[in-house]
């Protein structure tokens, strides 16, 4: 029968069927074969995107918790953590081992951990160096571990007494901080000093870049002056004066050297061989070596303060937060107490209450012993600063307060009035005149100054790290 290519049971036909069948069957299984693949490579790139997904979240957790330190530092201070930090029982934020937990958006499980480490605390380093170590968590095996670095300096506002004016009278007592001033001293026999500034290093006394007198006077210049505590006719003999108390370590602008006068390096003496007094780099260096500051710009950069105390910049700052913690007043009367227990009070009486006279006897929860040190039972770490604009102050009638108190007008402002009335006032106080015609004691401590406000500081963020990369 001869080959017929329309039938297919033509004897001569091709029997390739079996081979069509193979070839289905293989290409099936390609296809089978590259879809698993597939399925593989999109499964594991899911996961892949779901860990990294996972562990940019961690990291964003870490960060979060970086920021809360830094808040932490800013609105609640050093003190708790330089007295206790690593292992402080009270406070999270103290403690390595039981670190502060806090949970975001309410997720479970994200959430990140925090806690700051001391390196170089405030006040015997400036600036004060911290750590703060944060873990993020984002679920599963998702954890990063990150630490930043932290400065934290104070802003250049004196710490202690420091006034354009200052006048003694009646029996003031200042005592374990000096006076500062960029105007005259008057009755300074009046003026009772002790011991060492805790805040400077150097003997409490006046420091002041116009003059030094026991006169009765008034006015931020007195050239006139019948009464100084210097005297420039006598040689080297008339810039050495101890009559008054510890006005052998006066400075004023009729000063001058110091050298074989019986007050030069008397410090050591007086209040033992301690180390600023041998420390070629520090202001207390075989102290007194002259009585004589040239101007104020002398005095300034001594102490490194500057006057007026706050920027533009840092009176706004200080000003929200008072906003924000309901502690703005626009009149002298009617305020009430603050409760934070890092309360800023700001007085903004230029405009609507002019020359008010905010009486601090009136403050409440604010009152502690003085002479604390950062271990006594009294020492309160809590902290408050007031800053009275346009208006004056009166502390007197037996009121005991701790504070950072500004009056930061100039005249006709900015007057503290007749400290009197056995009042105790522990902390910094920056006027343009400071009455102290009366029975005042303004105290400093160590409790003060290991918990200064954290609005008087200046935080910055440095060395940032990611532990487990």
């Given at each position: 029968?001869?080959?017929?290519?329309?039938?297919?049971?033509?004897?001569?036909?091709?029997?390739?069927?079996?081979?069509?069948?193979?070839?289905?069957?293989?290409?099936?299984?390609?296809?089978?074969?590259?879809?698993?693949?597939?399925?593989?490579?999109?499964?594991?790139?899911?996961?892949?995107?779901?860990?990294?997904?996972?562990?940019?979240?961690?990291?964003?957790?870490?960060?979060?918790?970086?920021?809360?330190?830094?808040?932490?530092?800013?609105?609640?201070?050093?003190?708790?953590?330089?007295?206790?930090?690593?292992?402080?029982?009270?406070?999270?934020?103290?403690?390595?081992?039981?670190?502060?937990?806090?949970?975001?958006?309410?997720?479970?499980?994200?959430?990140?951990?925090?806690?700051?480490?001391?390196?170089?605390?405030?006040?015997?380093?400036?600036?004060?160096?911290?750590?703060?170590?944060?873990?993020?968590?984002a679920g599963g095996p998702a954890s990063r571990a990150v630490t930043?670095?932290?400065?934290?300096?104070?802003?250049?506002?004196?710490?202690?007494?420091?006034?354009?004016?200052?006048?003694?009278?009646?029996?003031?007592?200042?005592?374990?901080?000096?006076?500062?001033s960029t105007g005259c001293i008057y009755k300074r026999s009046k003026?009772?000093?002790?011991?060492?500034?805790?805040?400077?290093?150097?003997?409490?006394?006046?420091?002041?870049?116009?003059?030094?007198?026991?006169?009765?006077?008034?006015?931020?210049?007195?050239?006139?002056?019948?009464?100084?505590?210097?005297?420039?006719?006598?040689?080297?003999?008339?810039?050495?004066?101890?009559?008054?108390?510890?006005?052998?370590?006066?400075?004023?602008?009729?000063?001058?050297?110091?050298?074989?006068?019986?007050?030069?390096?008397?410090?050591?003496?007086?209040?033992?061989?301690?180390?600023?007094?041998?420390?070629?780099?520090?202001?207390?260096?075989?102290?007194?070596?002259?009585?004589?500051?040239?101007?104020?710009?002398?005095?300034?950069?001594?102490?490194?303060?500057?006057?007026?105390?706050?920027?533009?910049?840092?009176?706004?700052?200080?000003?929200?937060?008072?906003?924000?913690?309901?502690?703005?007043?626009?009149?002298?009367?009617?305020?009430?107490?603050?409760?934070?227990?890092?309360?800023?009070?700001?007085?903004?009486?230029?405009?609507?209450?002019?020359?008010?006279?905010?009486?601090?006897?009136?403050?409440?929860?604010?009152?502690?012993?003085?002479?604390?040190?950062?271990?006594?039972?009294?020492?309160?770490?809590?902290?408050?600063?007031?800053?009275?604009?346009?208006?004056?102050?009166?502390?007197?009638?037996?009121?005991?307060?701790?504070?950072?108190?500004?009056?930061?007008?100039?005249?006709?402002?900015?007057?503290?009035?007749?400290?009197?009335?056995?009042?105790?006032?522990?902390?910094?106080?920056?006027?343009?005149?400071?009455?102290?015609?009366?029975?005042?004691?303004?105290?400093?401590?160590?409790?003060?100054?290991?918990?200064?406000?954290?609005?008087?500081?200046?935080?910055?963020?440095?060395?940032?790290?990611?532990?487990?990369?």
């Amino acid at each position: 029968m001869p080959y017929d290519p329309v039938d297919p049971t033509s004897p001569e036909a091709p029997r390739d069927e079996g081979f069509a069948l193979l070839t289905v069957i293989i290409l099936t299984a390609f296809l089978a074969v590259a879809s698993l693949s597939m399925a593989f490579i999109t499964i594991t790139n899911l996961g892949s995107a779901r860990t990294a997904q996972q562990a940019g979240a961690a990291v964003n957790a870490a960060d979060a918790g970086l920021a809360q330190g830094v808040t932490y530092l800013r609105s609640s201070g050093l003190g708790t953590i330089n007295k206790c930090s690593p292992t402080c029982t009270n406070e999270p934020y103290g403690n390595s081992s039981n670190p502060k937990k806090i949970t975001i958006n309410g997720k479970s499980s994200q959430f990140y951990t925090v806690w700051i480490e001391k390196i170089a605390p405030y006040p015997a380093n400036k600036p004060g160096i911290y750590r703060i170590h944060s873990t993020g968590s984002a679920g599963g095996p998702a954890s990063r571990a990150v630490t930043m670095d932290v400065s934290v300096t104070p802003f250049q506002v004196p710490i202690g007494i420091m006034a354009d004016t200052v006048t003694g009278g009646g029996n003031a007592g200042v005592h374990h901080q000096s006076i500062l001033s960029t105007g005259c001293i008057y009755k300074r026999s009046k003026i009772e000093f002790e011991g060492i500034d805790k805040a400077y290093g150097v003997p409490a006394a006046v420091y002041s870049s116009q003059v030094i007198n026991d006169d009765a006077g008034s006015g931020q210049f007195c050239p006139n002056t019948n009464r100084p505590l210097h005297e420039t006719t006598s040689g080297n003999a008339g810039f050495c004066n101890s009559s008054y108390s510890q006005s052998k370590y006066d400075m004023d602008l009729n000063g001058g050297s110091l050298a074989g006068t019986p007050c030069y390096n008397s410090a050591r003496a007086q209040f033992g061989n301690l180390p600023q007094f041998n420390d070629p780099t520090h202001i207390a260096y075989n102290f007194p070596q002259t009585s004589k500051l040239a101007d104020d710009n002398a005095l300034l950069s001594m102490f490194n303060v500057r006057q007026p105390p706050f920027t533009q910049s840092q009176l706004d700052q200080l000003r929200t937060i008072a906003i924000s913690q309901d502690n703005y007043w626009t009149s002298a009367s009617g305020w009430s107490s603050p409760e934070e227990s890092s309360a800023v009070m700001y007085f903004d009486l230029a405009a609507s209450n002019p020359g008010g006279v905010v009486d601090l006897k009136d403050l409440t929860g604010w009152s502690r012993p003085v002479n604390q040190s950062t271990t006594d039972a009294g020492c309160d770490t809590r902290s408050l600063v007031i800053i009275i604009e346009g208006g004056n102050a009166r502390l007197n009638g037996n009121q005991n307060m701790f504070a950072s108190l500004y009056l930061v007008s100039g005249s006709p402002y900015g007057k503290v009035l007749k400290a009197n009335g056995t009042a105790f006032f522990t902390g910094s106080l920056y006027a343009h005149e400071l009455d102290l015609t009366g029975t005042a004691d303004l105290y400093m401590d160590d409790c003060f100054l290991a918990n200064q406000s954290p609005s008087l500081f200046d935080v910055q963020t440095f060395n940032y790290r990611e532990l487990d990369r």
